[in-house]
């Protein structure tokens, strides 16, 4: 490991904010880094901008120590409006500064890709959470990278999708079926969500975040939470802890069964489609059943939780999971044992395990490449410490492996549900939160089912919400599918993209 990473993480001079560290840095500081982040263990976990009264802004980024899962933010001011690019060292970072300058307006210098990514030219301002200024809503023509061979091509393919997928443009090039460029245009769904939040009350951006991403709006009301809970310095109280980590399950159980037929479905196998719905469906009920929303959307409050879990409820869960335990089986091996499903996934869209490890893929798009990171095992936060799981991890990095690993995830959730209706406590719902005494930070790093889900808050000395960052891990995931399907053929890239299912929402906020 690298002198300056060590040191930066174990300085005493650091601020400590509950289990990680804050470093205010100077230019110097920042490229050195970003230089570190070549270490194999060090991780990008986010990058963001923030104005403070005083100055043109602050830039900050999350640094993860995978060995010992230690967490640094380092802040820079940029009195200038600039600050050195870490794309220019790292390329996870580069669609994150290009963000930040369409919200904030602060110039990484020396960016490697220095176009818009969010701002589409149609918001009728520009850096609309730095300084704001009027700009006509024409449209901005977008330049894609070239491609240049005999016998190339270009196939646009979106914004707009069949089915009722968000809206991504994908610009391929190929080479007759084969593919030998991908970019991705995103930034069609931006909802301004981190503009909302600022002066927004607790209770009021804890509803945001949850609808920050609809398929994960537990595990971003999680997050959320955890980072109010440190910031104010408030301990949940242990059943609602236990609840929160319920709901979490069901959400990612619900999810990997609706993916694992939905890329069957892509591999034109219907059949597994319609069975993984119908168990998706068992799951979505019993949440219905159980806490009053299928989703359990506003469940997790900073605090505590909404909803207990009655009788009818925990027997509606033990039903769904009676019943999932008896046909998840023959699923599974009904997968296994169709050629015709084994010829599609099998060595397509394969990722690089060392790719993956350079841009801190999480998830099951991680897992399947090699990655064993999972924050509920890494951080380890309650009641994840006291629970009995594995974390499954394949190195195969193709379609298949990440179907096995959303089959194993699946078959691990089926077992913690069961631990935790088993050893829930009773006890209160909510703890007071009491006003703050002055500004206070909290940060928070959550395992949603696509992976890691990190949530950087600062709270006012009037308790309002001053800046809230949702980085979802989709951000580094995205640019990942651009890899997998160089050398495939276009008619696989539906079956690739399926496999990631990455969030158009979440990244977009």
């Not at 298949?400 to 631990?419: K, P």
Request: proline residues 6%.
């Amino acid at each position: 490991m690298a002198a300056f990473w060590d040191s930066i993480l174990k300085s005493p001079a650091g601020a400590p904010h509950g289990n990680w560290q804050r470093y205010a840095v100077d230019e110097t500081g920042w490229q050195r880094a970003a230089e570190a982040l070549a270490n194999p263990a060090a991780v990008l976990l986010g990058l963001w901008a923030d104005t403070l009264s005083g100055n043109s802004g602050t830039i900050r980024m999350a640094l993860l120590d995978e060995t010992t899962h230690e967490i640094a933010v380092l802040e820079l001011a940029c009195p200038d409006g600039t600050y050195p690019s870490v794309g220019r060292q790292h390329a996870p970072a580069q669609r994150l500064e290009r963000a930040a300058r369409d919200l904030f307006g602060l110039v990484p210098d020396d960016a490697p890709d220095r176009r818009p990514w969010l701002d589409h030219g149609r918001w009728g301002t520009r850096q609309p959470l730095g300084q704001a200024r009027p700009d006509a809503a024409a449209g901005d023509a977008y330049a894609f990278l070239a491609a240049e061979g005999d016998g190339l091509h270009q196939i646009p393919v979106g914004p707009v999708h069949a089915g009722i997928i968000e809206p991504g443009h994908f610009r391929f090039t190929a080479n007759g079926e084969a593919v030998v460029r991908l970019e991705e245009r995103l930034g069609y769904v931006h909802k301004g969500i981190e503009g909302l939040m600022a002066g927004a009350s607790l209770a009021d951006a804890a509803r945001l975040a949850a609808r920050t991403s609809g398929d994960s709006t537990v595990a971003y009301a999680l997050a959320f939470a955890q980072a109010a809970e440190e910031a104010l310095a408030v301990e949940p109280p242990t059943r609602a802890v236990w609840l929160r980590a319920l709901m979490a399950e069901l959400e990612r159980l619900a999810n990997h069964l609706g993916d694992f037929g939905a890329v069957c479905n892509d591999a034109a196998f219907g059949l597994m489609h319609a069975h993984c719905s119908v168990l998706r469906e068992l799951v979505l009920r019993a949440a219905d059943t159980a806490f009053g929303h299928r989703l359990m959307r506003d469940r997790i409050l900073p605090g505590g939780v909404a909803a207990d879990l009655t009788g009818e409820g925990r027997d509606a869960i033990g039903a769904m999971l009676d019943e999932i335990r008896l046909r998840l089986p023959k699923l599974i091996a009904l997968y296994d044992h169709t050629p015709s499903l084994q010829d599609r996934t099998v060595s397509t869209g394969w990722l690089d395990p060392a790719l993956a490890r350079r841009f801190g893929a999480g998830g099951f798009v991680g897992r399947a490449s090699g990655r064993a990171f999972d924050a509920r095992r890494a951080r380890a936060y309650p009641p994840y410490d006291r629970l009995s799981f594995e974390v499954p991890v394949l190195e195969a990095g193709d379609v298949d492996a990440r179907v096995w690993i959303r089959i194993r995830e699946a078959e691990q959730s089926l077992s913690l549900i069961a631990q935790i209706l088993n050893g829930m406590p009773d006890g209160p719902l909510v703890s007071p939160l009491d006003p703050v005494s002055g500004p206070a930070e909290g940060l928070a790093l959550v395992e949603g089912f696509r992976g890691d889900i990190l949530v950087w808050l600062r709270i006012g000395a009037d308790g309002r919400v001053a800046r809230c960052h949702l980085r979802d891990p989709s951000w580094f995931q995205w640019p990942l599918l651009e890899a997998v399907i160089e050398g495939n053929i276009v008619a696989d890239f539906p079956l690739c993209n399926k496999s990631f299912n990455c969030s158009y929402s979440g990244h977009d906020l």
